[in-house]
């Protein structure tokens, strides 16, 4: 380990009103700075704000308006976003679509945007020179409570700080507490005009979601050692199944060999060892994978089962359960191909923000109905809370899945997840701008957009092609037209990384595109 930078480190703590902080680093040489937000929601308040704050010159906007001709924000926060651009601020966060975050950093890369206000989760490989990192807070909510940064979150965002080849230094600037920052000036007001001091009223922290920071707390960030890293390792379905896959190679020797080499402790590994064992006779016992009779020149005694697609993936952890119950399903139901999608829609993350915004509605709903009917609130509130978001199948799905976990241990702390986000899309085929206006996801779109790309990718890649029907092969060209016609770039970004042919030919009728009037619908 090292703790030398290339690019040393310069920390400034503020108590300023944050638009005054941009406006002066900005006038001090300091841009591009990363203004670092906790949540998707406050980067782009923040990003509002400094629209009221004039710091781009006009030859500078004039070229980005010129960068900006042909690119199309068609989608329900596009606007915004590009207003925020022409203006000299970047936003760039997980909730955006891919494609204006790629513009976001491209803008960057040319210094045309003096600020870009983001997350504190800004990834590795994304490219944003950034000169100074401006901190909006010290503290963050980390899903279950509310707490100080931790030293090695503090490092990592700070880091980004600094560019190698063209700064001399980096910067990092953490603002104090906005109500520190009122009293202060109240303070100094008060000094002017003794009047107003007896009427002087301080402001208090927020109630929730706060912890308060001090100078004291930004200095022992900097000079506290990070905390020790802890590995993350896993065995999964996928991971095996792409070992295996490998055509020069033993792929039962190269598993033993990355478990052996992880940063496991001893007995995690034997415990690593065991569950890939469990795994690899679970996939041998659905014809999955195959052994040979023989071993082969290059070594191998196992392949992969050549009659599924080449393609054909088990990324997610409860594929096989996937697999095992898309069997159980009814050929001759008229719901059939629409069922299939729901138990796909079961073994994926949930997207919490969206399920929260169906569940709302249904709330709405009804309290409209429990009110005509004159029932009491305490009982109202009662009934609102038995109520949860869509699950088609949910008997189905919950009594499958308990079965099927029982048989399989390894399966652990996975758990089904039914839910109808894709399925609705479909039985009430809408676009994507208008699923979005319904719920009033604008600022998550890019959330909504990940998440049919991976409904698509698990339909192309996870469900057999023997299982695959004409009305299911629509579902799949419904939502790879979705993806395409919203953003093109991640699918675009998968198949080059598949690569081959045989990705090209899954995905053929897709790659084709809608008619042009089904993509302006889809943009729409």
Known sequence: SSSERPVPLEFEYRETPLHETVKDLIDRGRAPIYLVNFTQASAAEEAQNLMSVDFTSKEDKKTITERLHGTKFSSPYGKDVQRFMKHGVGLHHAGLLPKYRVLVEKLAQEGLLKVISGTDTLGVGVNIPIRTVLFTQLCKYDGQKTAILSVRDFHQIAGRAGRKGFDDLGFVTAQAPEHVIENLRMEQKAKADPKKAKKLVRAKPPERGFVLWSKDTFDKLITSRPEALE????????MLLNVLSRPEEDGCRAM????????????AKKQHRARAFELFRALVDRKIVEILPKREASGRRVQVNVSLQVDFSLNHAL?????????????????????????VEAILESPDLILRKQLDRLKGQKVRELKEAGMEYDERMEELEKLEHPKPLREFIYQTFNEWSDKHPWVGLENIRPKSIAREMFETYQ???EYVREYDVQRAEGLLLRYLSDVYKALVQTVPSAMRTDAFDDIVEYFGAIVRGVDSSLVEEWERLRGGDSVAASLSSVAKGPSAAETAEAER
């Not at 590995?231 to 996928?238: D, E, Q």
């Not at 033993?256 to 007995?267: L, V, Y």
Request: aromatic residues 6%.
């Open 431 to 433: 676009s994507f701008g």
């Open 256 to 267: 033993r060999e990355i478990i052996r080499s992880s940063h496991e402790t001893g007995s």
């Open 231 to 238: 590995s993350r390792f896993n065995v999964s379905h996928g």
């Open 319 to 343: 594929s096989l359960w996937l697999i095992d119950t898309l069997a159980l399903l009814d050929p001759e139901s008229e719901t059939h191909a629409l069922d299939m999608l729901t138990l």
